[in-house]
């Protein structure tokens, strides 16, 4: 069965300072794994996703992550915060299992980026 | 640029009222879904629909139903509203229905309902 554990619930960083948004993963498949940024009031939008090509994805907004098969991990990182990041994100993990386009979320991790 | 387009943004009802929140995608895509966001919890996905005729339960279809009018709309109903059912509902759409296709699924801006 999948699984997504987002180990951090609420992550403050300065602007300027990098971010780190911790996600392990559980699946019995080859997974994909997607993040997914959600400002307030508004729908999901996609900042990165893996399939099974580079381990390292390059998002939009200088994001990116690494797929780590032996840590079961796909971290999401930025060099450098802005103001504008502050939002929540979502880990997301697939396998195809479920014959159709089935999404596991995690729960979340709310950014919020201080002066 | 409309993508996902959902109706109502927001409304109050009544316990044991119905209705019918709307959704439309002018992507051309053939999967549509209707997700829940509940604080503290990811999306849960309550129906999708594969391509037109097609729909088929997700993780919590309890107390819904849905419609995929045509290639363009899936709507999703609530017969009888209950106060569990005050939350956060997300339309979304894809190309297809397999992640390994490399379909991404977007998203509509959500439809706050709340249930007294």
């Known amino acids: 069965a999948q699984s997504v554990t987002q180990l951090d619930s609420h992550v403050s960083v300065s602007e300027g300072t990098p971010v780190l948004l911790r996600c392990n993963y559980s699946?019995?498949?080859?997974?994909?794994l997607f993040w997914y940024v959600q400002h307030p009031n508004k729908g999901l939008q996609l900042l990165l996703k893996?399939?099974?090509?580079?381990?390292l994805v390059k998002g939009i907004n200088g994001f990116e992550a690494e797929f780590k098969k032996s840590e079961t991990s796909f971290h999401l990182t930025k060099p450098s915060a802005h103001m504008s990041d502050a939002a929540e994100y979502f880990c997301?993990?697939?396998?195809?299992?479920?014959?159709?386009?089935?999404?596991?979320f995690g729960a979340g991790t709310r950014l919020a980026v201080h002066p | 640029n409309a993508g996902v387009t959902q109706t109502p943004k927001f409304q109050v009802l009544k316990t044991g009222q119905s209705m019918t929140l709307q959704c439309a995608q002018d992507?051309?895509?053939?999967?549509m879904y209707w997700y829940r966001q509940d604080p503290g919890m990811g999306l849960r996905l309550i129906y999708y629909?594969?391509?037109?005729?097609?729909?088929d339960k997700g993780e919590v279809p309890n107390g819904y139903n849905v419609s995929r009018l045509n290639k363009r709309e899936f709507s999703l109903r609530l017969e009888s509203a209950a106060p569990s059912q005050t939350s956060v509902y997300f339309c979304?759409?894809?190309?297809?229905?397999?992640?390994?296709?490399?379909?991404?699924?977007?998203f509509g801006e959500g439809s706050w309902l709340t249930v007294v």
């Open positions: 979304a759409s894809s190309l297809g229905d397999s992640v390994y296709s490399g379909n991404t699924i977007y």
């Open positions: 992507m051309n895509h053939n999967s």
């Open positions: 699946s019995s498949y080859s997974p994909s």
């Open positions: 893996y399939t099974s090509a580079a381990t």
């Open positions: 997301v993990v697939s396998d195809g299992s479920g014959g159709y386009n089935k999404l596991i």
């Open positions: 629909s594969a391509s037109e005729g097609t729909t």
